[in-house]
């Protein structure tokens, strides 16, 4: 049996769902405990309500089932950031910190805590974006996941915290609702395709944005939280790419299973936000460092997306 005991915050969300289940396969159900604010109906148990903001609960949850790993995933996303950003500072931040202080006082052995692409900005090199490079964020949610960055690789360096991240693109899954960030379009196109054989943008038609296939994003988590100590030379927090598209591309995906499907244009706000990312993201470091390597293309993913939603 494994001697990890791992605690999900935050797995009610668009990831903790699939990892959640991905985990307890892998170390057993008794062995991933999940956390959220609320309890769903028909939560799968071991089950904390948990607010990352109450940091004694935090620590009374972890020293009730003897947790060694965390995979901090509660946060305000891009688009919900935006409408509260003392909030999403306050939950972003803070939350980081309860977890890294418990790693550093040796409670935790191991923390996974997720960036983004929103670390970079709008003078970030947009095409084949490099792991070292200019980062000006200019969204809440940006710079918190930057400052974050920084304070994951100064745990390591000066308490030896053992943190591991990436920084996501784009998560496309079918099996949870997004959670308010700027590539949710790439999520609700399907549904809508499938329900009513149109969809309605909130990006322009050529608004390129790095994207990944949930199963694949699921993968590169646990792969890096598993690679050897060693093998993770960067501690702020990994690139890593799947797949890179416009919202024509992936209405043409879709036209070739469902070819009636049209796809219409009302920009907002959001358009700012994705006009500051990257378009494309290099990721050698990460298959250099621990053998990362995507394993579904757009046309893949969509046969795999409508199969499921239908």
């Not at 990257?278 to 050698?284: A, H």
């Amino acid at each position: 049996m494994s001697t990890e005991k791992i605690l999900i915050i935050g797995s009610n969300g668009q990831i903790g769902l699939e990892l959640a289940e991905n985990l307890r396969k892998n170390y057993g159900s008794d062995n991933v405990v999940c956390s959220d604010v609320r309890q769903m109906e028909n939560q799968i148990e071991p089950f904390e309500v948990l607010d990352i903001l109450d940091k004694d609960r935090v620590y009374e949850v972890v020293k009730k089932h003897k947790i060694t790993q965390v995979y901090l995933l509660a946060a305000l996303l891009s688009a919900t950031a935006e409408k509260n950003p003392k909030f999403a500072w306050d939950l972003n931040m803070n939350g980081l910190f309860h977890i890294l202080d418990m790693a550093k006082e040796g409670i935790l052995k191991k923390i996974y805590w997720p960036s983004s692409i929103a670390v970079f900005g709008p003078t970030t090199p947009r095409l084949n974006t490099p792991q070292y490079t200019v980062m000006e964020p200019n969204t809440i949610y940006g710079i918190s996941k930057q400052a974050g960055e920084r304070y994951c690789e100064y745990y390591h360096q000066k308490y030896g915290v053992d943190v591991r991240s990436i920084r996501y693109p784009g998560l496309i899954g079918w099996k949870s609702a997004p959670g308010g960030g700027t590539t949710d379009y790439a999520v609700h196109i399907y549904h809508q395709a499938l329900k009513q054989k149109s969809y309605e943008c909130f990006l322009n038609a050529q608004t390129t944005l790095p994207m990944m296939y949930m199963p694949d994003a699921i993968r590169a988590t646990i792969e890096l939280m598993e690679a050897p100590a060693e093998s993770v030379k960067i501690r702020s927090s990994y690139n890593v790419a799947g797949i890179s598209f416009n919202p024509e591309e992936i209405a043409a995906s879709i036209r070739k299973h469902i070819p009636e499907f049209t796809i219409s244009y009302n920009v907002d706000f959001r358009q700012a936000i994705a006009d500051s990312w990257p378009q494309s993201i290099n990721d050698s470091e990460a298959r250099k460092d621990w053998g990362w390597k995507p394993e579904f293309d757009l046309d893949a993913m969509t046969q795999v997306m409508l199969d499921n939603l239908r």
